[in-house]
């Protein structure tokens, strides 16, 4: 569960607004970002930054919560014009107010907390799916007298229900339309076994290159 860095980047033109950005003297840049970066310091979002690095020109943090990974880093640093900017990837804005800083780092932990909730919730409604479908294939099962187990992905659950002759047949159920697909599940398996106990064998599979250089015959030229 990552925060992505559009969405990064969308906060940060939301929360760094205003009429004048803050502007030091070159002088006065490598002391300014030493006293942020004290300051950055004794907050305890702050996951690492850079105070013992020999670089004074910048100040890069990370912040606690896992968009910050694989050394990726908001960095602070004024602009050749003299301005202080925030930038991480590709992304820079001027500050404003040092007040701001704080604020975001306040948002980004609150966007991340808004993530962790909709996936908890997604887990949970998936689980609920998945136990629902897995109910009914087993009082089918149990009805029809077969043998199956389940592989799950992230958007379906196969079930391979065990037939005659060491063949196997394969039937996914999408979590989004898996009541529409248990509703005729019963009747696919008794057909499927049917048919396949009088010798018909067939398959199905995906539509390739291959098969667009066939010569179809159409019905409508029967």
Known sequence: MLLYLSTIAK???QYFIGDS?????????????????????????IKQIDRYWDNTSECCFKIKVPSFIENRFLTIAFTPT?????????????????EQI??????????????????????????????????????????????????E???????????????????????????AVLKNMRDLIITIRALHNSGITFRLKSYSHHDK???WITHDSL
């Open 213 to 215: 250089h066939c010569t």
């Open 82 to 98: 003299n301005e202080l900017s925030i930038t991480i990837g590709s992304h820079t804005v001027p500050i404003y107010h040092l």
């Open 21 to 45: 950005p803050i502007i030091k003297k070159t002088s006065e840049h490598d002391i300014f970002l030493s006293a942020l970066k004290e300051h950055l310091i004794l907050n305890e979002d």
């Open 102 to 151: 704080d604020t975001f780092i306040d948002r980004l932990k609150l966007e991340y907390n808004k993530i962790q909730w909709q996936h908890a919730k997604a887990e949970k409604i998936l689980h609920l799916k998945q136990k629902a479908i897995m109910a009914k294939i087993k009082e089918i099962a149990k009805e029809e007298q077969f043998d199956f187990y389940t592989s």
């Open 11 to 13: 906060l940060l033109q």
């Open 153 to 179: 992905y992230a958007t379906k659950l196969k079930i391979l229900v065990r037939m005659p002759q060491n063949r196997i047949l394969e039937v996914d159920v999408p979590y989004g339309k898996f009541q």
